[in-house]
């Protein structure tokens, strides 16, 4: 069964509203973890690691105040797209790194599809 | 629906042996498909990309990878590994709506 899971997985808004996306590690706790957008047929490309308890480090290019990052648990990531227009359409994805052992594993969430009028 | 399945959880070569990971897909519309690269505490590097053309797509680092349609696969390859080349490798597939990861191969080298 998943193990990363995000909500909403599909969201229609208003362009100038506000968006939040969550995406929880569901048995497991998660010190990180990564969102990703995509473009239809194109590359994920990083946005932000999400550190529990500290501020998101954001890419090169990431709007730090139109993608809000909050860590806020072991297990809950959420980001809030802010004042959202329609370019911000996209496809969100998280991830989750799961250590066992010496072993690491990274578990992806299903995405949320944004849609901005 | 689209899908992904790696073959292999866990890869292991010597430094200098050829690299081979496997990916095969399902989509009911002509795929886009990815391979990525993960190292520890890091995000997802893009290594390579097919999306139309020629079917053997190079990338970096010395990796490649080729669409076969016919099989459903787009295994990467790199002939020599190097010890910088341990990591965890993801094949994802994409359509117009969303993009599907496989579980991953973790690739280990050997000195």
């Known amino acids: 069964g998943a193990v990363v899971s995000q909500h909403p997985s599909w969201v229609i808004c208003k362009s100038g509203t506000s968006v939040k996306i969550e995406c929880r590690s569901l048995?497991?706790?998660?010190?990180?973890m990564f969102w990703y957008r995509q473009f239809p047929k194109q590359s994920l490309m990083l946005m932000a690691t999400?550190?529990?308890?500290?501020?998101?480090?954001?890419e090169q290019g990431v709007e730090k105040d139109k993608f809000l990052i909050n860590h806020a648990s072991l297990t809950l990531s959420t980001l809030t797209v802010t004042s959202a227009h329609p370019e911000d359409s996209s496809f969100y994805i998280c991830?989750?790194?799961?250590?066992?052992?010496?072993?690491?594993?990274?578990?992806f969430g299903p995405g949320t599809r944004l849609l901005v009028l | 629906a689209q899908s992904v399945t790696q073959l292999g959880s866990h890869v292991s070569v010597s430094e200098g042996a050829l690299v081979l990971l496997r990916c095969n897909y399902s989509?009911?519309?002509?795929?886009?498909l990815f391979w990525y690269v993960q190292y520890p505490n890091q995000g997802l590097q893009l290594l390579l990309k097919?999306?139309?053309?020629?079917?053997l797509v190079k990338g970096i680092n010395g990796f490649e990878a080729e669409f076969k349609k016919s099989e459903t696969s787009f295994h990467l390859t790199k002939p020599s590994a190097h010890m910088s080349d341990a990591a965890e490798y993801f094949c994802?597939?994409?359509?117009?709506?969303?993009?599907?990861f496989g579980a991953g191969t973790r690739l280990t080298v050997k000195p």
């Open positions: 097919y999306t139309t053309g020629a079917t």
């Open positions: 991830s989750a790194p799961r250590t066992s052992g010496d072993q690491e594993t990274q578990y």
């Open positions: 989509s009911s519309v002509p795929p886009y």
């Open positions: 048995d497991f706790q998660a010190t990180t």
């Open positions: 999400s550190n529990e308890g500290s501020k998101a480090t954001y």
């Open positions: 994802a597939v994409s359509d117009t709506l969303d993009m599907r």
